[in-house]
């Protein structure tokens, strides 16, 4: 018997007070044509009310569609995520302490349905020590009205860990391109395949019920098994969704090169002008080895592929994204999370499994707010909450840090004759005495003794101990004015200060190679032109 059905039947199958786990990453995976309906319903009826909705990745565009549709005073009592930024009904009820909310890390939730499923302990981990999500510090609860412990403290064999506790779920929102029949689902046109196949999983062995949205429809057997990712044995319904409500990114309604189709010359990526972006995306570079597995965070860091391709050495590291895909270039902007001709595409679980597992050689992530301990804070902003999405896991566990960002907020400078010039200084300061919130434990990465590093346009930073020391200077840079005087703290300046490489502050660099090269134990061959 066919499982089709409208979106208002489904959202009837909604009860009062069930918790609803989705797997989504901006609008990618997420259900749009289901949330319409379970949002038409409650402000019709008032029900369902009180759910608790969980969900790994941030869900929305900022605007209307994602959570946004749950996000109503009365329909959603307790949210548990690892980012909430893109959703402003959510933020508006956090904001205003109308929700319990539970900020987790990202790895974290999606390896919790696999837990589910099993009916294990829980997810047992040392992600997250020291930071918010410690229960000893704010054990990841966010308003005021959050109070139940979701996380625990344990030891084991003599080491910290933490016990994330699992739940059970009673309605699980998938989604996937093809739907047959029987419910098999397949993820076709998707720009990732997330965790729809474990999320599933955990709602069955739950107890509770799987709905799929799909984008087509298709007779009994008309899918080849290996294509199915989700099995119709794990389905209970399925909703065709309208073309408007099955987009595959935040912004792009479908991209077939997204979806890993054909491939398309890169050779046509735009050349970055010449600014402060662009000098910290080449001194992060240099931190590269050929053959590096790296992960590149959103904002300065997703310059650094065009840093890459400007030099030549495209292929020569790998980079993935933390939803599961493997070579390519990154998708920026709204698009953020798959990557054009990606060589691979993995299960979001199995993807932080390998980061987790130390397999990344490089990390490169944002910096919003920094302290003389170093501890980093990406998450919250006064009353302001994103959540830490997957940057705990990656930062605590890839070989190397590298945190990329401008030295203050709201600065302006030039690049002119190899010096860097500040025209107009920032109105607020990034390195202060102690973060607003840490979701990058400095005393973990010391304990664990890897390399950190802070690189910015003034000047660069090495994480030594507890304490941040600095140790290049940009060519122009005034170390008094321009790097003490907008520090909330005195860093330890290294007696072999040196200043950044005047090269990078060139309209042609060209370096790159030679420097890999010297990195990997062998010669380079000449420089090429890039054309």
Known sequence: MSKF????????????????????QGLSGWAEEVAIAIEERFLESGHPRDIT???????????????????????????ICGHT??????????????????????GVICQLWRAIAGKKIGVITSVGLGTFVDPRVDGAR????????????????????????????????IRGTVADENGNLT??????????????????????????????????????????????????????????????????????????HFRVPLAGIPTIP???RKIIGRRAAMELSIGDVINLGVGIPAVIPSVIAEEGMTGKVTTTTELGVFGGVPAIGLDFGGALNAEAMIEHASMFDYYDGGGLDVTFVGLAQADKYGNVNVSRFGKRVAGPGGFINITQNSKKVVFCGMFSIGSEEVVENGKLRITKEGDGKKFVERVEQITFSGAFAAHRNEPVMFITERGVFDLKGEKLMLTEIAPGVDLERDIFGM???????????????SDLFLPEWGKLEALLGEKSGRISEPLQAVS
């Open 5 to 24: 059905i409208t979106a208002q039947q489904a959202a009837m199958l909604i009860k009062d007070g069930v918790t609803i786990g989705a797997s989504t």
């Open 53 to 79: 909705l969980v969900h790994s990745c941030t869900c929305g565009d900022y605007k209307k569609r994602g959570t946004t549709h749950l996000g109503h005073e009365g329909l959603t009592k307790r949210l």
């Open 85 to 106: 930024l893109t959703s402003p009904n959510m933020i508006n009820l956090i904001e205003n302490d109308k929700i319990e909310c539970y900020l987790l890390p990202q």
């Open 142 to 173: 966010v308003t005021s009205i959050t109070h139940e412990d979701l996380i625990k403290v344990i030891e084991i064999d003599g080491r910290e860990q933490l016990l994330y506790k699992p739940f059970p779920v009673d309605v699980a929102l």
């Open 187 to 260: 993820m076709d046109n998707e720009s990732v395949i997330m965790e729809a196949l474990p999320l599933a999983m955990a709602a069955k062995n739950s107890g509770g019920i799987v709905i799929a949205q799909a984008h087509y429809s298709a007779m009994s057997g008309a899918l080849l098994p290996k294509n199915v990712k989700v099995p119709g044995t794990l389905v209970d319904y399925v909703v065709i969704a309208k073309p408007e409500n099955h987009h595959q990114t935040q912004q792009t309604y479908f991209n077939p090169v997204l979806a890993g």
């Open 274 to 276: 010449l600014d402060a």
């Open 487 to 501: 520090m909330e703290f005195k860093p330890i300046v290294s007696p072999e200060l040196k200043q950044m490489d």
